[in-house]
């Protein structure tokens, strides 16, 4: 796992909005897989590169932002209105419930997680609006939180380890 720290010195975090000493807002950029501190404007957000004689760096920021999500990264794509992480997700739970809320936001910090790794790997991410069977998550709820929801059946059938051990024999 990377480690970030703002200009001031502190250590930072992949979901961190902003620096706890100094208050700089946070951004982190998919693209160099860096964290930017700097000012969030109505226009966007304006890094400040840590080596002063650069000039400060445009960048747009996610619109899942100043949603119950909280996302702090930075939208790569032009014509895209979300970051990559966010852009992924076709379906959430009913937004009316605080619960639903709160599972939201943490699904969508882990899966920030996700992808992080998957850049790390230099994996490919094509999400489904980009390629037919890309790459979706859809966040459901189930009888068991909200009795009026349908029943959804998976469209695969998860592995048994005694069926895994068949094929591949004990590790």
Known sequence: MK???CTCGQEIFLNNLYCDKCGRDLIFDPESQTMWGGILKDEG????PIDKALDKI???ICSQRHSQVLCNWAVTEEDQD???CCSSTRTIPD???EKNRKRWRSLEMAKRQLFTTLLNLHLPIENYHQKTNGLAFDFLEDKRSNPAVENRTCSFRPLRRNHYLKRHGSR
């Open 82 to 84: 979300q970051c990559i």
């Open 95 to 97: 937004q009316s419930a």
């Open 3 to 5: 480690r970030f720290f």
């Open 45 to 48: 957000f304006e890094a400040h």
């Open 58 to 60: 445009p960048m747009r």
